[in-house]
């Protein structure tokens, strides 16, 4: 299974973590579920939110966007608590 590598923008922040994922379209939810701890820590978001995520990652229409000029990058941006948060994430390696 490939390995993402996602950088995490909320509030002027930006976390960064990797995990594994079938399809690009998987990996964000991936992320989200694997990564509660990481997001826990992030100002502003609870456990409800991260629900809430998770729920809006599912969504077809949040799915990821191909980066046209970047080999394997995707970006996606969600709103949590009113803010933009932008997740940007990059195919690191097959596995």
Known sequence: MPLYTFFFDYR?????SQVHAEKPEHAPSNWAEQQ???????????RKTIVRLLS????????PTAIPWLHNAYHLSVLIRGYTAFID???TEEE
């Open 36 to 46: 509660t701890s990481l997001l826990l820590k992030v100002p502003g978001i609870g």
């Open 56 to 63: 809006d990652l599912a969504e077809p229409e949040n799915h």
């Open 12 to 16: 002027c922040t930006t976390f960064t």
């Open 89 to 91: 994430f990059v195919k």
